[in-house]
């Protein structure tokens, strides 16, 4: 295997033989153990000494089942701790098949207002001059590098949000139709990559199968997962992901008195059904033309869980999650699906984190500039963050900048990171997840909504703190290892309830790289991935006061079921012993 | 006669003896009827209905339900 280093201060390209320490990496694994080994933990996110990795999973490029995430890696600009985010998207498939297990992007160009796009095909690496594309909307640039690269190349981009160098932006990846609507959205990688005066990334498209040393084996577990996949009725064909996307979340957290509302001051919000996933597959099949439920961020997806909206004027909205539903809907007051679809696509337009940007509006909401509800407001909000206006920077450098901007005390986030979709005073366990995990309050770093609210991986009483400490390290670690593998977070849906399936998964990986791991392995070896992220945080100043919630939320109970955060620091701190 | 209210999700609805089209309706009941006893009335397929609220908290089939109570019915589902 090899890797591409990219040096912006001398803009030079290398391919490097891959050290031996990291063959067997992939995904979260490698982009963590490169930042952790070769950035200095106190630099500046956004200076020269930071460096961006990109890497693909242990199995992305292969037939591995919904196999094809990519890992984007960085000090984060949001947190000042380590980050890595990922996405679904043929781009790290083609990187993986070219034989190449990571992009490392280092330095800084002396000129901070030229661009440069760097051009991986078979025959050549380049980076070329892309000043043309300075502050160009990512819709727009999409269809100008398919246009020019051809229609099937993989892009990476960063849009104007990020080249302003905001905190709550992300990398966006295009999707098979070359929609820059695939992101790695959170902790400001985005700004990260556009501080290095990069726009874009293309890759070549590659068909094939990545490199697998055992290909016996390799369909032995590819054949598992896939089996698991297929019976579990939460990832198989016509299951609940792929009939109502993750928007089928929206009821059941409101049902729960778990939907943060209004910047966290309520569990409920009356419009939950108007934007949720089954109103928006009733949507789809009016139209399905412009709407389709069930689209695959990436080929070889075979849960399929992502949604094409279609809004009444019949404008095709695409990726419109539960997330995003929460974040620019319930936790703004806005229950107008059409304007929070529309708020969707402008966001990936522009290049800015969905979950950031809703809990930055809920904050400014809740410090007087515009009222809850309001989606005009809003989206005009949107529009100054493209511009780079001052009000508009505020509000795309996420809720902790806005509130300490606009004296809100109310604010929900942890290491400066905005939270996710799911009430943690009265969902302890990802509570848990969010107050602990290196990235920030981070749903996706250790998922215990699976057992405290949906019934699947086991059944845990979401309202005690009993076991939530063991329960959310358990998600973390082996999150760890999934996100390396490159197989979807979603898979574990499934592969949680059939073990099969987990064991397939590390098979395959096996098969992939020589290793010998036992699913017991797999999880030793993602508890070491977050102790290396962990360590990274203590040398770049975190304390265990960094693992605390928001004040607030010991203080405030949230309706409906009037609970606060009640668990003691001790118990947290116990997470890293 | 208890009256409650109940919610149908994610396709449970197409599937229920319920007034025509509606995932949200009153229903009036037998005292003393429990959760398994409603998923009867109401003719759910039992083996789909994974996740049960009673006003916003999770109960199992055994739990009486009240006069009053709002009862949510889910079949497994996910998302992230
Ligand atoms: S399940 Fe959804 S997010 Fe995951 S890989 Fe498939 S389409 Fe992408």
Known sequence: MKWIRVNMSDLSVKVEDVPKKYEQMGGRWLTSSIIADEVPATCHPLGPLNKVVIAPGILSGTTAPSSGRISVGTKSPLTGGIKEANAGAKFGQYLKRMGYSAIIIEGQPKNKQSRYLLNISKEKIELVGADEYKFMRLYELNEKLAAKYGKDVGIACVGPAAEHLLAGTGVAFNDVENRPARYAGRGGVGAAFASKGLKAIVVEAVTGQAAILNNELFEIGRKKLLAALQEHAVTKPKGALNTYGTAVLVNILNEAGALPTRNFSSGTFEGAKKISGEAMAEAAAKNPQAGMMGHRCHPGCVIGCSVVYPDAQGKSHTSVEYETLWAIGANCGIDDLDAIAQMNTLCNDIGLDTIEFGDAVAVAMEGGLLPFGDAKGAIALLEEVRKGSPLGKIIGSGCGTVGRVFGVRRVPAVKNQGMPAYEPRVIKGIGVTYITTPMGADHTAGYSIAPEILGVGGKFDPHTNEGKVKLSKDFQATTCFIDSTGCCVFTAFAILDIPSGFEGMVEACNAVTGANWTTGDAYEIGLNILKTEHQFNLSAGFTQNDDRPPEFMRLEPVPPHNMIWDMADSELDSIWK | ?80
């Open chain 2, 1 to 80: 006669m208890p009256k409650i209210t109940v919610a149908l999700y994610a396709g449970l609805k197409a599937r229920a003896h319920a007034p025509e089209g509606a995932s949200e309706f009153d229903l009036d009941i037998p005292e003393g009827s429990k959760i398994g006893d409603i998923i009867k009335l109401l003719d759910l397929p039992d083996d789909e209905v994974a996740n049960i609220f009673v006003d916003r908290s999770l109960k199992d089939r055994e739990y009486i339900v009240k006069d009053g109570q709002r009862i949510a019915f889910f079949p497994l589902i996910a998302g992230g």
